[in-house]
């Protein structure tokens, strides 16, 4: 979800958005394209400047690890978290835990697949 946020997929504070691996790369190409914090932070405002010179290596690796890691078609929707509602029963109550964008990814992807789908 972070990426998605860094890239400006996602507007700040979202918990969750609706994407595809292709849109991760869109913005990969971008961000490579520039070569200097400076026009990354104009293009990426919402990027933190230390993260700025990692964006284009971290938005190429997401689109990659959807695309060839979990096999994701580019044009497949997604759902990264940033928060996953935890219903557990030795809570007293429910809590949100924070989540990196690879368990969000893959969770989707769990329930999205059908060999794996409980419900």
Known sequence: MHQATN???APPGSVAVSTTPLQFYQKAILACALNN????????PTTLPVNLPWLCLDLVYTSQVLMYG?????????TPLS?????????SSTTDTESTW????AVNYMWTNEALNYS
Not at 37 to 44: D, N
Not at 70 to 78: E, I, K, S, W
Not at 102 to 105: A, E, S
């Open 7 to 9: 890239s400006g997929i």
């Open 37 to 44: 914090v400076t026009a990354l932070a104009q293009q990426f």
């Open 70 to 78: 979990f096999g994701m078609a580019g044009n497949q929707m997604v």
């Open 83 to 91: 928060q996953v509602e935890d219903l557990s029963q030795t809570y």
């Open 102 to 105: 690879t368990f969000g990814l």
